[in-house]
């Protein structure tokens, strides 16, 4: 992500269904972790996934870009954030951070990619904030996270997971020769793969 890009996300001054403001703090406040691993969570199990960003203060609907200290900020290493969220997660969430600065603070980002197989569920329990056997979701109608509230909302998530193992078994066919794809189709694939990983 730009150094433009990301001071245009905090310019928006409010969340979306892909983009969600996490509170200043340093990783081993569990409370904080907890609502990082549940956005991370439905985030996952959004078709292109999304981004958490921390050190955004938000209070009734009033963000406050104040950013993390540094002491906070040390907390915040990839290797703990992904064995944490690990805990929480089945399958596993696959995402990237970085440290990002605007006006003199730091924030830490988090893209979460889409999940690869099938959608991420919780697997374990954390007081108030996650339920084992929880399947979190970004709700198309308020940038929130939340348990799948809607008969639509599953079948989204149902088509989502559907499309990436017809994908696969595709694949799988051609490569086993039982499909000839022509080349032209096979070329415009790969290429749409790849740009559609370069985006994430």
């Given at each position: 992500m ?21 509170g200043?703090?340093?990783r ?11 956005t991370a969570?439905a985030m996952a199990?959004?078709?292109a ?14 963000v406050n ?6 002491n906070?900020?040390s907390t915040?290493?990839?290797?703990d ?6 805990v ?8 990237d951070m970085e440290?990002?600065?605007y006006?003199?603070?730091?924030y830490v ?7 690869a197989d099938?959608p991420?569920l919780c697997?374990q ?6 339920r ?10 308020k ?7 809607t008969?639509t909302?599953?079948r989204?998530?149902?088509d ?8 696969q ?8 020769g ?5 080349a032209a189709h ?8 790849q740009r ?5």
């Amino acid at each position: 992500m730009t150094d433009q890009e990301f001071a245009a996300i905090l310019a928006l001054g409010h969340e979306t269904n892909g983009i969600e403001f996490k509170g200043p703090g340093s990783r081993s406040n569990r409370q904080l972790f907890a609502q990082v691993v549940r956005t991370a969570l439905a985030m996952a199990n959004r078709r292109a996934g999304g981004l958490i960003i921390i050190g955004v203060a938000d209070s009734e609907g009033a963000v406050n870009a104040v950013g993390l200290g540094e002491n906070d900020l040390s907390t915040w290493r990839y290797d703990d954030v992904a064995a944490g969220i690990a805990v929480y997660a089945d399958p596993s969430v696959d995402f990237d951070m970085e440290v990002k600065e605007y006006n003199g603070n730091k924030y830490v980002v988090l893209r979460v990619k889409e999940f690869a197989d099938i959608p991420v569920l919780c697997k374990q329990d954390y007081q108030g904030v996650l339920r084992q056997g929880a399947c979190y979701v970004r709700s198309p109608r308020k940038p929130e996270t939340s348990e799948i509230p809607t008969q639509t909302d599953m079948r989204d998530l149902l088509d989502l997971a559907t499309e990436k193992k017809l994908r696969q078994e595709l694949v799988r066919l051609q490569r086993v020769g039982v499909i000839v794809l022509p080349a032209a189709h096979v070329a415009a694939t790969q290429q749409f793969e790849q740009r559609r990983s370069d985006l994430q």
